[in-house]
């Protein structure tokens, strides 16, 4: 194929991604609806991975608190091999009957909390153990998976089965099945952020100012919200930190 025959066919493959997920929203929905149950009681959630899947759980597991102005400890990325394997694979960590729990344990896990296993095919050793320990100490568990009934979705309390259908290049579930958990895991966070009421509207109140970027986006914020100019507006994020601390000290 030539360059652009590849590009077409590929793009062509991941449009179908978006009504594999639709099709999967009442399963998201029960997920989320425990996820929220969780945090709101003092409990985390958890993400646990191996490759592909382990790297996206880490990745929207620290974009949280930059988005959303909560704790690193909040929603935590497992991956297996450990923090060597986000960039590089490590043979064989992914076939670990124990490990996964291990990995788990480090964090004094308990039912309080609520772990979602990330697998494309759903049959990784790693993670399926992991929950398997989790289910016999009635920790609440979840999955996002691609394969229909796979040994992963029957160990997890709470499947969500994205069935995307073959990659266009065999196997290489980084493509389809690796955007449909980057979908889910969205969705997973940021509605349960906005039902924590970490956000406004469909504004970041809570997220954190860590560059000019944000900063001006920040005060435009507080701007719009109190119909303040821009110098006011300046001020007050420069005296209370935050968006949300400017507009409720700015409404006073």
């Not at 266009?168 to 493509?175: D, I, K, Q, V």
């Not at 109140?205 to 986006?217: A, F, G």
Request: aromatic share 4%; with cysteine; proline share 3%.
């Amino acid at each position: 194929m030539s360059i652009n025959e590849i590009i077409k066919h590929i793009n062509k493959e991941d449009k179908t991604v978006p009504l594999a997920v639709e099709k999967a929203l009442p399963q998201i929905e029960q997920v989320i609806e425990h996820v929220v149950s969780k945090l709101n009681t003092g409990g985390r959630l958890f993400y646990i991975g191996a490759g592909t899947s382990g790297r996206l759980g880490i990745l929207d597991a620290s974009e949280c608190p930059p988005t959303f102005g909560v704790s690193h400890d909040l929603v935590i990325g497992l991956i297996a091999g450990g923090d060597d394997a986000i960039r590089k694979a490590v043979e064989n960590a992914e076939d670990s009957t124990t490990q996964g729990w291990e990995d788990l344990k480090a964090y004094n896990i308990s039912s309080n909390d609520i772990v979602i296993g990330i697998a494309a095919s759903g049959t990784t050793p790693y993670v399926i153990s992991a929950l398997e320990k989790c289910n016999e100490y009635h920790i609440i568990t979840g999955c996002i998976t691609c394969n229909k009934n796979s040994p992963l979705s029957l160990t997890a309390k709470y499947p969500i089965e994205v069935v995307v259908g073959p990659e266009f290049l065999t196997g290489s579930s980084r493509m389809k099945a690796g955007t449909a958990q980057k979908m889910v895991l969205n969705m997973i966070t940021t509605t349960s952020m906005i039902q924590l009421g970490k956000v406004k509207g469909n504004k970041m109140i809570d997220m954190q100012l860590s560059n000019e970027k944000l900063v001006q986006r920040a005060i435009y914020m507080i701007k719009s919200e109190l119909n303040v100019s821009d110098k006011e507006a300046s001020e007050l994020l420069s005296k209370y930190k935050t968006v949300r601390n400017s507009i409720n000290h700015g409404r006073q």
